[in-house]
């Protein structure tokens, strides 16, 4: 990705793949008593993300092409110039998914994109309580 192999990047994903990026939202342990009373709705018991959330990507096959296609027409002005990352990925969990051939993988990660003299942001996805920053 770094040496913007977009193309390359896009083979070693099959046909079915679902790239999805929870988003993040503060879950209260059902021991909190301070929230009870202004919110009980917000207690959950496991503090993973549903799938049916809102994601900050849920990107298939046919998206994630359309995206590299847009970089190769010269107007995907916000990397004219190009974006520097740096990646940290941390905490992978690898455990088998439904299908016998799959596996469903977890991370933590943290991205930190610059461009320009004076732009730059944070992405993060952490199961301690990271979130998008810019």
Not at 57 to 80: C, F, P, Q
């Amino acid at each position: 990705m770094d040496e913007r192999g977009f193309y390359e990047w896009l083979e070693l994903f099959t046909e079915e793949v679902r790239y999805w990026m929870a988003g993040r939202r503060n879950r209260y342990p059902k021991s909190s008593k301070a929230i009870a009373m202004a919110d009980p709705d917000r207690y959950v018991v496991e503090d993973s993300t549903e799938d049916v959330e809102l994601a900050i990507l849920d990107e298939n096959k046919h998206t994630l092409s359309a995206r590299v296609a847009r970089l190769d027409t010269g107007m995907a002005w916000a990397e004219d110039p190009p974006s520097r990352t740096r990646h940290l990925l941390a905490n992978i969990e690898v455990e088998p998914a439904d299908a016998e051939s799959e596996l469903a993988v977890h991370s933590n990660f943290i991205v930190y994109r610059s461009r320009s003299e004076t732009e730059q942001g944070f992405l993060c996805r952490c199961k301690t309580g990271c979130a998008a920053a810019d």
